[in-house]
């Protein structure tokens, strides 16, 4: 979609990734929380994005709530949620183990499919951000593998931004059973994925041509909302910088310093797609 078509309808609302762009640990980003009053005030659908299993979508929407972001579980998609319906669609029951933390079991409990770690049984080895990583885990996802057990990841961020910082993530994960095993991982459901996308725009009930996708990744926010036909915009509060934009293919629509500024950029947007003569 070229930008001429993107601005020809008026923005009805915006996915927003979560660390990095709308906070950072436990601390909102200055400016985020009176952003998103402004955008909702003026009647824009939020849903917040993001690939971290760590936590249930009910957590964030309670964190979120708990900064001052008011939020109720169905405004937040992240990959756990995405990788448990795409398990229940394409191989429903099956038997899954998982190198994850307890809340993406949980969801994949919650989708009726099986948790084993015997490598005989195992259809499908889960990849993820998982704190508690360890050689048993890679070992059991290894022998699982090698036995021809499907090979799929919620994520596929290298790292994830901190306060002070950034920790690994899935990418880690991914490639200690690539390195060993020889297998690629087949799919991944979290951003830049569209299965992600497709849920993310279903809960916004917005089409992508009136949509935004807004996040601090260039390889992974703003290359899904390129590829998804969205309004892409760079916020330059987490992982990706000036200097990373100067040299990266993934170019976005627009660029932010940080959320606050997002109210100001969405009155441009309108105003280019105003008739002329129109009353705000």
Known sequence: MTEGQKAALPIGGYLLDLDGTVYLGERLIAGVREAIETLRSRGRRIVFLSNKPLH?????????????????????????????????????????????????????????????????????????FDRTFDYHKLNIGFQALRRGAHFIATNPDRTCPVEGGEIPDAAAVIAALEATTQRKVETIVGKPSLYMMDVALEQLGVPAARAAMVGDRLETDVAMGLNAGLISILTLSGVSSREDLEESPVQPDYVIENLAKLPDLDEQLAEQTRPAGSLP
């Open 56 to 128: 249930s979508r009910r957590d964030y929407a309670e964190k979120l709530t708990r900064l001052g972001v008011p939020t109720t579980e169905e405004d937040v998609v992240n990959s756990s949620y995405v990788l448990a319906r795409y398990l229940a669609k394409h191989a429903p029951g099956a038997e899954v183990f998982v190198i994850g933390e307890e809340p993406l079991r949980a969801e994949l409990r919650s989708a009726n499919l099986v948790l084993t770690d015997n490598p005989e049984k195992i259809e499908y080895v889960v990849a993820a």
